[in-house]
């Protein structure tokens, strides 16, 4: 049996190539919109894909499962469980086979069997994973967002990501009831989970790849809560508030993911476009450093540095339905990575790029440039100048500690709530260390705030120095 990992480390995770040696048959479980990684990885092993699976219907990320069923004219095997609402828009597909659980899925010698575990979302699937070569007994499980190693996946994204009022205590508890299931599996079994650390679909994921299920009865903290109600009130507790984009992932990938295909570079526009563009309200996304943009950036940009945050910052702040233009640091460097990270989130619809040498341009032929002061945390301590200071971090960090007299709107609801920032005076913003505030700082220059500032260092830096936090 071949079994090989993929895991995309800006979004923290993992999808599953599983292959037959002996028919050269294979399979994915969870795949990204990156298809050519596991047709080559297929092909490298003189291997086809003859069938793709999903665990549920994901948030976090746009799933590559159309994508590689229209590549590879694999079979795509989706869950048929939970209510309609929340049922696969395009099961009618004559290449989808509907998935209820206890069905065989033979893959060579290899047998996947699905293991409706809901909770995390109502119609999620576990995967029996067998080798038939050697047993007849299961391995491990393909756990996808159910158990990860040291927690489990949180019930409440539907609530708050997608709004379905009153779902989380419901979701909460029928994950309680799956957990039960779950935990009287064999201790041997491998825990091959779809997220890893730093996954927002979860608050406390830990950074092995898997683990048993065995080791997870002795240490993860959900099976060692016996009592349905404790259970709820712990797992709901202290969840972070989730990346604004999911909203927009749930609904595509239930519905269908559109199709992307052979793509296509978008084109280098020439650096004195971006004057017209800006004009014309274009969304430009400047993707240096935050130090690089504090010190100077043309005017109207917004400011996403390119680092393992950036799919999750820019589906925060960026628009699905409008082109977006670049300012990358080459085409290997800058260009590539963001647009793999934009495209993972659906956001494709890249019109063009430019180099950072559009900055230099732009004083030269339009003016000054744009600055972001930064604030030092002694300075601002001894005179806020009637400041308004705007914290953009998360409602949970917000109740551990606080500066006194900060208002608090987090990033991905920021947009929504624009019109809550006064438009005159000085807007100084914090966050926990001054990467999502630097990212903030921009978006309310690009709405018309001309006095803006950024703590730095954010919280992390209040606190170093000495001075309190309420909450």
Same mark, same amino acid.
């Given at each position: 049996?071949?079994?090989?990992?993929?895991?995309?480390?800006?979004?923290?995770?993992?999808?599953?190539?599983?292959?037959?040696?002996?028919?050269?048959?294979?399979?994915?479980?969870?795949?990204?919109?990156?298809?050519?990684?596991?047709?080559?990885?297929?092909?490298?092993?003189?291997?086809?894909?003859?069938?793709?699976?999903?665990?549920?219907?994901?948030?976090?990320?746009?799933?590559?499962?159309?994508?590689?069923?229209?590549?590879?004219?694999?079979?795509?095997?989706?869950?048929?469980?939970?209510?309609?609402?929340?049922?696969?828009?395009?099961?009618?597909?004559?290449?989808?086979?509907?998935?209820?659980?206890?069905?065989?899925?033979?893959?060579?010698?290899?047998?996947?069997?699905?293991?409706?575990?809901?909770?995390?979302?109502?119609?999620?699937?576990?995967?029996?994973?067998?080798?038939?070569?050697?047993?007849?007994?299961?391995?491990?499980?393909?756990?996808?967002?159910?158990?990860?190693?040291?927690?489990?996946?949180?019930?409440?994204?539907?609530?708050?990501?997608?709004?379905?009022?009153?779902?989380?205590?419901?979701?909460?508890?029928?994950?309680?009831?799956?957990?039960?299931?779950?935990?009287?599996?064999?201790?041997?079994?491998?825990?091959?989970?779809?997220?890893?650390?730093?996954?927002?679909?979860?608050?406390?994921?830990?950074?092995?790849?898997?683990?048993?299920?065995?080791?997870?009865?002795?240490?993860?903290?959900?099976?060692?809560?016996?009592?349905?109600?404790?259970?709820?009130?712990?797992?709901?507790?202290?969840?972070?508030?989730?990346?604004?984009?999911?909203?927009?992932?749930?609904?595509?990938?239930?519905?269908?993911?559109?199709?992307?295909?052979?793509?296509?570079? *978008?084109?280098?526009?020439?650096?004195? %476009?971006?004057?017209?563009?800006?004009? /014309? #309200?274009?969304? +430009? &996304?400047?993707?240096? =450093?935050?130090?690089?943009?504090?010190?100077?950036?043309?005017?109207?940009?917004?400011?996403?540095?390119?680092?393992?945050?950036?799919?999750?910052?820019?589906?925060?702040?960026?628009?699905?339905?409008?082109?977006?233009?670049?300012?990358?640091?080459?085409?290997?460097?800058?260009?590539?990575?963001?647009?793999?990270?934009?495209?993972?989130?659906?956001?494709?619809?890249?019109?063009?790029?430019?180099?950072?040498?559009?900055?230099?341009?732009?004083?030269?032929?339009?003016?000054?440039?744009?600055?972001?002061?930064?604030?030092?945390?002694?300075?601002?301590?001894?005179?806020?100048?009637?400041?308004?200071?705007?914290?953009?971090?998360?409602?949970?960090?917000?109740?551990?500690?606080?500066?006194?007299?900060?208002?608090?709107? *987090?990033?991905?609801?920021?947009?929504? %709530?624009?019109?809550?920032?006064?438009? /005159? #005076?000085?807007? +100084? &913003?914090?966050?926990? =260390?001054?990467?999502?505030?630097?990212?903030?700082?921009?978006?309310?220059?690009?709405?018309?705030?001309?006095?803006?500032?950024?703590?730095?260092?954010?919280?992390?830096?209040?606190?170093?120095?000495?001075?309190?936090?309420?909450?």
């Amino acid at each position: 049996m071949l079994f090989r990992r993929f895991y995309d480390d800006p979004l923290a995770q993992a999808s599953y190539l599983i292959g037959c040696q002996s028919t050269g048959d294979a399979f994915v479980v969870d795949p990204n919109r990156d298809a050519d990684q596991y047709i080559a990885a297929a092909e490298a092993e003189r291997m086809r894909i003859i069938g793709v699976a999903e665990t549920h219907i994901h948030a976090d990320f746009l799933s590559g499962t159309r994508e590689l069923a229209d590549r590879t004219g694999a079979r795509m095997y989706l869950s048929d469980t939970g209510p309609s609402e929340w049922r696969y828009g395009f099961r009618d597909d004559p290449r989808v086979v509907a998935l209820k659980g206890g069905e065989k899925i033979p893959v060579g010698n290899i047998r996947l069997e699905p293991l409706p575990t809901p909770g995390h979302t109502p119609e999620h699937l576990s995967f029996f994973v067998t080798d038939g070569a050697a047993s007849d007994d299961p391995m491990g499980v393909l756990t996808g967002d159910f158990v990860f190693v040291g927690d489990v996946g949180r019930p409440d994204l539907l609530e708050k990501a997608v709004r379905v009022v009153g779902s989380s205590d419901s979701a909460a508890r029928t994950l309680f009831a799956s957990l039960q299931q779950f935990k009287s599996l064999p201790d041997h079994l491998q825990v091959w989970p779809a997220h890893g650390a730093g996954s927002a679909c979860g608050k406390g994921i830990g950074a092995v790849p898997q683990s048993t299920i065995g080791y997870e009865r002795r240490v993860n903290w959900a099976f060692g809560i016996g009592d349905e109600t404790s259970f709820v009130k712990q797992v709901l507790d202290g969840q972070p508030e989730p990346p604004r984009y999911f909203a927009v992932m749930k609904r595509l990938n239930r519905d269908g993911p559109p199709i992307l295909g052979r793509v296509s570079a *978008p084109e280098r526009i020439a650096e004195n %476009r971006l004057p017209a563009l800006i004009r /014309e #309200g274009a969304v +430009v &996304v400047d993707t240096r =450093s935050a130090a690089a943009f504090a010190a100077a950036h043309i005017p109207g940009t917004l400011n996403i540095p390119l680092n393992k945050n950036f799919a999750t910052y820019g589906g925060a702040v960026l628009p699905y339905d409008r082109d977006l233009y670049l300012i990358v640091d080459g085409e290997a460097r800058g260009l590539a990575p963001v647009l793999r990270q934009l495209t993972f989130i659906g956001l494709d619809r890249v019109a063009g790029y430019a180099g950072p040498e559009a900055v230099k341009m732009w004083a030269r032929d339009q003016g000054s440039l744009g600055t972001v002061p930064q604030i030092d945390a002694r300075d601002f301590a001894a005179d806020r100048h009637g400041a308004f200071l705007l914290d953009v971090r998360g409602l949970t960090e917000w109740r551990e500690g606080r500066i006194s007299g900060a208002t608090l709107i *987090p990033l991905p609801e920021l947009l929504d %709530r624009i019109d809550e920032v006064p438009k /005159e #005076g000085l807007i +100084v &913003v914090q966050c926990q =260390s001054g990467s999502r505030s630097s990212i903030a700082a921009s978006v309310l220059l690009s709405r018309g705030r001309r006095q803006v500032g950024n703590l730095v260092g954010g919280l992390s830096a209040w606190t170093g120095a000495g001075f309190p936090v309420e909450g």
